[in-house]
């Protein structure tokens, strides 16, 4: 088609009437393409302006952003809070564990030293004092980590396991320590004498005052005037008075059924009912009611019999 040919449209009714036709010619048909190109991108232009005012629209403000992480922050600063308080917690927990530790180990210390004292361990082998010595080389290659919160936790609830048990051990190590060393204290054992000399044995004797055959329930130790007399045995003052024959005379009862006598002392340093402990002076030596010097009458009582005071001199310690 050039452009002075002329287009014929012909339009047909459905009731197939007369045809009507339409006569086109180019400068025409060029006009509606360029018609129906414009109205198409004025619709597109439209259509996306309207796009991109949704999208500003949609877009928050700067204030609008600022309020947004203000909040934000807002959040996260609760959130800091809030741990920051579970850690305080957790940290006030542990402290309490650790203190009411430190007491346990205190009185482990506390019992520790008590056996070092009373001789159950000597302080060269177990010094309370210091910290335990521990060592070993380091892994190499292996690296060192450092211990997690629940891990611990975990190891303090092993401590505190370990120094519960250890403190029931110890505490009826010590009460088994306490029984034997009051068994040993009641155990009658030794001289009445720091320093002197077996002067009168025990049985029958010739009297220092009439020569003649007579029965000595005791014996005699001499010694210097006003020298110590000591306790053989722990146990509670029952006789602190003068008594005829025997002078000045101090009496203890150790229990179960044994008793021991010191007599003609010069000075009685005890009252009844006092406890004694033995090695503790009772009396200073001198030679009251009947006797020819200083010296002690030691006299040994089981069950209100007499025994020879001899054999437990000669005893050996327990």
């Known amino acids: 088609m050039t452009p002075n040919d002329d287009m014929n449209v012909i339009f047909v009714g459905k009731s197939h009437g007369q045809p009507k036709s339409l006569n086109l010619n180019a400068a025409t048909i060029a006009g ?187 014996v005699d130790l001499a010694g210097k005037d006003g020298s110590d007399i000591i306790a053989v045995a722990s146990g509670v003052v029952t006789y602190a008075d003068e008594r005829y024959g025997y002078g000045n005379l101090v009496e203890i009862d150790h229990g179960e059924g044994l008793v021991t006598r010191y007599a003609h002392a010069k000075a009685i340093k005890v009252k009844v009912g006092d406890i004694v402990q033995k090695g503790q002076s009772v009396a200073l030596m001198g030679s009251t009611g009947r006797s020819t010097g200083p010296h002690v009458h030691f006299e040994v009582i089981r069950n209100g019999k007499p025994e020879n005071p001899e054999k437990y001199i000669r005893r050996a310690s327990r």
Do not use: C
């Open 32 to 218: 509606l393409f360029f018609g129906v190109l414009a109205v198409v991108f004025v619709a597109g232009w439209g259509g996306y302006r309207f796009a991109m005012e949704k999208v500003a629209a949609a877009e928050p403000t700067e204030s609008e952003l600022v309020a947004e992480w203000q909040a934000k922050l807002k959040a996260q600063k609760a959130e800091m809070a809030r741990v920051r308080e579970d850690v305080e917690l957790q940290i006030d927990a542990l402290t309490l564990r650790l203190g009411r530790i430190q007491g346990s180990l205190l009185r482990l210390d506390a019992l520790g030293q008590r056996f070092v004292e009373s001789g159950i361990v000597t302080s060269d082998e177990f010094n309370f004092d210091q910290p335990a010595a521990v060592g070993g080389p380091e892994e190499g290659g292996l690296s060192a980590d450092s211990f997690s919160a629940p891990e611990l936790t975990d190891m303090i609830d092993q401590v505190e396991a370990q120094i519960e048990d250890r403190e029931k051990q110890l505490r009826l190590l010590e009460k088994v320590a306490s029984r034997q060393k009051l068994e040993d204290e009641l155990y009658v054992q030794g001289r009445p004498i720091t320093w002197g000399w077996l002067s009168s044995k025990y049985g029958y004797r010739s009297d220092p005052f009439t020569g003649k055959r007579t029965w000595h329930s005791g």
